[in-house]
């Protein structure tokens, strides 16, 4: 019986990549979404793995955590998050970036629990993207001062942070832990 649950969701595939590698890598590990969760009890560590949209963590992850926020307090815990600003920095008067992202989802879980964290860079495809995200990929360029029309973003060259070697890294510290 596996040891380690790795929970995670992702809207266009990066994150789900991310817990592949990850889980490539380990012998006694369970990858699900949060979907096809029923109970956390059997695990001894949970990884917790979502992108950032909007400032938040996928509403799934976001209800897994709710959902679980009992059992979480028993368990190791072990969180990632996926982005494309993998540095800190200020936009528009506030704070982005994977630290950041990492708070916010730390903010959700019994932080003392929390035993190894990491940032991932995930894929950014403004040609895959739906039209709602594509509609606010465009606005958030019209407010740095970047008129694009949506249609032009297919035009986007693919923002791809994606580091294999890191998440080999990061396997390799679980099954330490
Ligand atoms: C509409 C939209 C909103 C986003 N909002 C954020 C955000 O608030 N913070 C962040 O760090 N990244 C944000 N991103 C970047 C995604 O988190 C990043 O592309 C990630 O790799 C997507 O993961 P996925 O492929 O697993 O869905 C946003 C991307 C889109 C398209």
Redesign the pocket.
């Known amino acids: 019986m596996a040891y380690n649950l790795l929970v995670y969701d992702?809207?266009?595939?990066?994150?789900?990549l991310i817990s592949r590698w990850i889980s490539e890598e380990m012998e006694d590990i369970e990858v699900k979404k949060p979907k096809e969760i029923e109970s956390i009890k059997e695990y001894k560590l949970i990884v917790i793995g979502s992108?950032?949209?909007?400032?938040?963590p996928l509403n799934s992850i976001s209800q897994f955590i709710e959902k679980f926020k009992e059992d979480l307090k028993e368990k190791k815990i072990a969180i990632f998050v996926?982005?494309?600003?993998l540095e800190e920095m200020e936009y528009k008067g506030r704070r982005?970036?994977?630290k950041y992202?990492l708070e916010i989802l730390k903010n959700r879980l019994p932080v003392e629990n929390i035993v190894l964290e990491e940032v991932f860079g995930?894929?950014?495809n403004a040609k895959i993207?739906d039209d709602e995200?594509q509609e606010?990929?465009a606005k958030s360029f019209s407010e740095i001062g970047k008129v694009i029309k949506k249609e032009d973003l297919i035009f986007m060259p693919v923002m791809n942070k994606l580091d294999l070697g890191k998440c080999k890294e990061f396997a390799e510290k679980l099954s330490n832990l």
């Open positions: 992702t809207k266009y595939g990066s994150t789900e992108p950032n949209y909007d400032d938040e996926v982005c494309n600003d982005v970036g994977g992202n995930g894929v950014l993207l995200d606010k990929v």
